[in-house]
C-alpha cells in the first residue's frame, strides 16, 4: 500500500508519542503487536519512534501488514523509506522556521501587525521523491 492508496482507505490507525528512544518504542511496539490490536497504519511522533515501531514489527514479521510513518526527513528515516520500511517521513524545515521567525519578529518590532499563527509547510518524503533530498543531512 502506498501513500496514494492511504487517501482513499479508511485505515486503523496507531499513533506513537511513547518516546524519543528507539529501544522504548520497540518495546511498547511489541505490545501493542502481542496485544492483537488491529490497524494498518503506526504514525512515529519523530523517525526515532518510527524505526522502534519498524524493528518491533520486524521481530514479529509484521512488516508487511503496517505502513509506518515518521516526523523529522532524518537520514535514518530516508535511509529506511530506502530499504522500504518506512513509508514517509514529515520533513520540517528548521531554515524555513527561523527564517519566517526572524522575518515576524522584525515586523513585530516595526510595529506591524503580526498573524497569531505562522503556518510554515512541511514536505512529505516519500520513495517517490527520496532522490530529491541530501541523504545525509536534515531537512
Known sequence: MTFSTLQKVKLNAVFCYIACDVSITLAEQTSTIYEKKNYDVVMGGNDPIALGC?????????????????????PDGKAMIKAGFLEGTAAQSPIKIGEKAV???????????????????????????????????WQ
Do not use: R, W
Open 54 to 74: 519498524i524493528a518491533a514489527m520486524q521481530m514479529t514479521d509484521k512488516t508487511d501488514q503496517v505502513m509506518v510513518y515518521g516526523v523529522d526527513g532524518s
Open 103 to 137: 522575518q515576524t519578529a522584525y515586523s513585530y518590532l516595526a510595529g506591524e501587525t503580526v498573524k497569531k499563527h505562522v503556518t510554515i509547510p512541511v514536505e512529505l518524503i516519500t520513495a517517490d521523491n527520496l532522490k530529491f533530498y541530501d541523504m545525509t543531512g
